[in-house]
């Protein structure tokens, strides 16, 4: 059995709720396991537009049950579920803030404070001013934050993160990968635990064996038939 990479990357859009549960998680995570932990803001509309897909508030069933979904699930977890003040909102100024180049060493910290003033205080995640003060409130020194998310480097910076997401398979956020092994969504961390201990039951051989049966219709061919 090959040993277990010992850095956890964890890709995230401050748009997502799941993205904040998973969050929550993953510090804890990585102490309980020794783990260095690589944070990487995406742009998940990007990760969609290249593998097709469409977000969950653009399905409007889909909509209504994450808001019962994410208040059962903070009930269940014991803290506060309050949404953003407007969803979808554009990211882009939180995420810039939260990239390595902007926050530095307060990384986590501002990760950790923007994903709870969003989903837990119903700040508006898309107005850079209220980022501004709420990262005042928490204690970091982010005077020159609106400046530095303006400079082009950075920006294109969260360009090569979200590109980068996407050449390593990234899908969806949250995404969490440990050496070969990506882990997508807020309910993986039994999966990761496995994976953790040495006893992930997964037979790589059978699942090549798997992926390579054929496909016996495409969703696109079976529409045309109809018409």
């Not at 010992?6 to 969050?23: Q, R, V």
């Not at 969803?87 to 882009?92: F, S, T």
């Not at 990506?182 to 992926?211: S, V």
Request: charged share 25%; aromatic share 12%; proline share 6%.
């Amino acid at each position: 059995m090959k040993p277990v990479d010992k850095t956890l990357h964890f890709y995230f859009d401050f748009i997502s709720p799941y993205a904040y549960f998973a969050w929550r998680q993953v510090p804890q995570l990585c102490a309980e396991y020794d783990l260095a932990l690589e944070v990487h803001p995406v742009v998940f509309g990007k990760l969609l537009d290249h593998w097709g897909q469409l977000g969950p508030a653009e399905i409007p069933p889909k909509s209504r049950w994450l808001k019962y979904y994410c208040s059962r699930y903070a009930a269940l977890n014991g803290f506060e579920y309050n949404p953003p003040k407007f969803h979808p909102y554009n990211p882009l100024a939180s995420l810039r803030m939260a990239l390595a180049e902007v926050s530095g060493d307060d990384q986590e910290k501002v990760v950790s404070t923007v994903f709870e003033a969003g989903w837990s205080r119903g700040e508006d995640l898309g107005d850079a001013e209220t980022l501004i003060r709420v990262l005042n409130a928490a204690g970091i020194a982010c005077d020159d934050y609106l400046v530095r998310i303006s400079d082009s480097a950075v920006k294109d910076k969260l360009r090569e993160e979200t590109e980068t997401a996407i050449t390593a398979g990234v899908f969806g956020v949250p995404t969490i990968i440990i050496g070969d092994q990506l882990f997508w969504g807020n309910d993986q961390f039994d999966h990761l635990r496995l994976l953790l201990e040495g006893n992930d039951p997964i037979d790589e051989d059978k699942l090549n064996t798997l992926n390579s049966r054929e496909r016996a219709i495409d969703r696109k061919s079976f529409r045309s038939r109809k018409k």
